[in-house]
């Protein structure tokens, strides 16, 4: 009996995994392929060979890593070429910088693959390029690659005390008190990620910055994480607060153009590079939602940007000063103030200094039109800034793939300088003849299991770094990869995922914002539906600013009868919106205050059409678990429960932004609901009724 029960245990424990599958190897899983595909690969695979450098000893760990696992042998790394041997070659000029190119050659008489590039960074790339192809199951040709982006940079939200501004994963992976005696293992697996997707920068604290963040003990923090981090060409930069002379140091201004504020940050950055050899340099937001800045004494964004490039040049750092700014004092039309504060400035901002700009002029929508700033400021080095965290797209929980959300961004045409004049020429120098270029990201990464809560929301963050690579990839292509590589590389699985994914965003926006409508969210937490919110200081601050209902009808003019922010755009694109019954109609209220009554282009009314966007969306997640329910033979226990019980609260969450919104916008219009629409489950104070006091994230 006791032989019996021995076997018994023996056979459980080969057939089941060591480790339950958790979502912490994202997409390096490197899962052995099927032997066909070992068979094919294992020739090309024989061993590692490469110089003994800090990235390419991180190279050389990852590509066996990944051979090991996925191949299921033990791959050397050696010195000796011999046939089959994979050969890190670094310092080809002819190779772009971070770039790389993956070929068969003959070296000594071996034939092996070379992964050359012009940079030990480049190499890093390659090597997981190649790991890349093996894991989608694609063969190992010659590939060239090299991205079109200079600074592809992570933004993380995170506070000093480890909470996370708009986290929704967890607390934040830097542990700044134990910091820098104890630094946590788990930041090296972090590094391999973004070094994965092509991420060369990562800014480690709040945009909402406290000046601690500056001072030694805290630089000394940084540096430890710094360390980790070179291995895998990654620099860190931090995001500065303005006021920092004062609050540290006792100055009585931080006006700009004062010798002595001129001094302090000219010998903090002095300072910093001795503890931080390599650091990036800062991330600012000055002079919004209460920050100080230059405009405190009535100086420009370029004077105050201006003043810490100088500071920051000699070392050879950057600014990335952010464009995200409205003010208490105009209130005609949020989405204009960015451009009427910068557009003022073109071509006086330093040469190491990058403008950040949003995808759209109010604040990372489910859906906005291209913000105006882009195309505006040819002589300014403008940088694009997309949210992979969802703060308005679900938070935590909903399934929405913003894959399509930043290609939509990225393929939006300017017009500045003709046809063809889009986001992306523009953040990738080539419109423009800009060579220092940048695309950030604000992170979605906490210290959750699976870093995202949300298994879904990993591919967002796979999505930022793969766009940033190459801002004219396919959202759809990259949705496959991440896929295959984290889930199953069934056919059966991939298509079904691919294509409700692509879908989630669109589902997204029907439910919460259809027909170009915005910021319909709660304040402070922005969770679930609030366009009833009418009383807050500000105007800007209300959901009822954004949608302007009534009785007659609802939408924000921006024509010329209006607040004519539409003439901030080029003629060509503004064109595209100024007809309401010729437009794309996702945008049209975004633009157009319209009658209820008013025809859309299916033949309905404006209020029949806007209803039935709402149900449609809840009825699209609804769709979304019945394709998820269809994987379970596909996907390990784990994460296909994790995944139903998210998309389980998506649809309740969903019925809930249907049925609220559709009641206060019916209390506005006083019309029947269409024919075929159920009321909503409540009345419209219930769901005003309802309080989330500990929302995450806020």
């Not at 979502?23 to 294992?42: F, N």
Request: net charge negative; hydrophobic share 40%.
């Amino acid at each position: 009996m006791r032989r019996l029960i021995a076997a018994v245990c023996f056979a459980i424990a080969f057939a089941s995994p060591a480790f339950a599958e958790d979502g912490y190897d994202l997409w390096l899983r490197y899962k052995p392929v099927e032997a066909s595909y070992a068979a094919q690969y294992k020739p090309q695979a024989t061993a590692i060979i490469g110089d003994d450098t800090p990235i390419l000893n991180s190279t050389k760990a990852e590509l066996k890593r990944g051979l090991d696992g996925l191949l299921g042998q033990d791959t050397p790394v050696a010195q000796a070429v011999t046939n089959g041997a994979i050969v890190l070659q670094t310092g080809d000029k002819d190779i772009a910088e971070d770039g790389f190119r993956i070929e068969a050659k003959s070296i000594d008489g071996h034939r092996v693959t070379v992964i050359s590039a012009n940079t030990d960074q480049g190499a890093l790339y390659g090597a997981f390029r190649y790991l890349r192809q093996i894991q989608t199951r694609q063969p190992i040709t010659t590939i060239a690659d090299a991205p079109k982006i200079r600074l592809r940079v992570i933004n993380h939200w995170d506070n000093l005390d480890g909470s996370v501004e708009r986290g929704y994963s967890g607390t934040s992976i830097f542990d700044w008190w134990r910091l820098p005696d104890l630094v946590d293992a788990r930041l090296t697996d972090y590094a391999r990620a973004e070094a994965s997707i092509g991420v060369n920068g990562v800014v480690l604290n709040n945009v909402n910055a406290k000046a601690d963040s500056l001072t030694a003990p805290y630089l000394e923090k940084a540096e430890a994480i710094a360390k980790v981090f070179r291995p895998y060409g990654i620099k860190v930069y931090l995001s500065a607060r303005w006021s920092a002379p004062i609050e540290l140091s006792g100055l009585k201004t931080a006006d700009p153009l004062d010798p002595a504020v001129q001094a302090w940050w000219n010998a903090k950055a002095d300072e910093i590079y001795r503890i931080i050899p390599d650091f990036g340099g800062f991330l600012v937001k000055a002079n919004s939602e209460g920050q100080p800045g230059p405009g405190d004494y009535k100086r420009n964004h370029a004077q105050g940007a201006n003043m810490l490039a100088a500071a920051l040049k000699p070392h050879g750092g950057i600014v990335m000063w952010r464009a995200f700014v409205y003010s208490e004092h105009d209130a005609n039309d949020r989405a204009k103030q960015a451009y009427n504060e910068f557009k003022p400035v073109e071509g006086q901002f330093a040469d190491n200094v990058l403008l950040q700009i949003k995808n759209g002029a109010i604040d990372f929508q489910p859906r906005e039109p291209f913000h105006p700033l882009f195309g505006a400021m040819p002589k300014t080095n403008e940088m694009l800034e997309v949210q992979i965290t969802k703060e308005y797209l679900g938070q935590g929980t909903h399934l929405v793939y913003q894959g399509p959300l930043y290609e939509e961004t990225l393929k939006a045409d300017t017009f500045s300088e003709g046809k063809g004049s889009t986001v992306a020429k523009i953040i990738d120098g080539s419109l423009d003849n800009h060579t220092f270029t940048g695309m950030a990201g604000v992170s979605n990464v906490g210290d959750d299991r699976n870093w995202t809560g949300n298994d879904f929301s990993q591919a967002d963050w796979y999505a930022f770094g793969r766009l940033a690579w190459n801002p004219e990839a396919s959202s759809r292509d990259i949705a496959s990869d991440w896929v295959k590589m984290t889930f199953s590389d069934d056919p059966a699985f991939v298509k079904p995922v691919v294509d409700m994914m692509m879908a989630s965003r669109e589902t997204a926006a029907n439910y919460m914002t259809p027909l170009g409508l915005a910021h319909q969210m709660a304040t402070g937490h922005h969770y679930g539906p609030g366009p009833w919110v009418c009383d807050l200081a500000r105007p800007e601050w209300n959901p009822c600013y954004y949608a302007k209902a009534d009785a007659k009808g609802i939408g924000f003019d921006r024509t010329k009868t209006g607040s004519d922010a539409i003439a901030q755009y080029t003629p060509a694109a503004a064109k595209q919106w100024a007809d309401p019954k010729k437009m794309d109609e996702r945008y049209l209220l975004w633009f157009h205050h319209l009658p209820w009554n008013f025809k859309v282009q299916s033949g309905r009314t404006l209020w029949d059409e806007l209803i039935t966007n709402y149900d449609m969306g809840a009825k699209q997640v609804a769709a979304m678990q019945q394709t998820w329910a269809a994987m379970k033979p596909y996907v390990d226990p784990e994460r296909f429960t994790a995944v139903s019980a998210n998309l389980g609260i998506q649809a309740r969450e969903a019925k809930w932004w249907r049925d609220a919104s559709i009641s206060y916008f019916q209390s506005k219009s006083g019309l029947a609901l269409p024919a075929g629409i159920a009321p909503p489950e409540h009345d419209l104070d219930y769901y005003k009724s309802l309080d989330f006091p500990y929302a995450p994230g806020h």
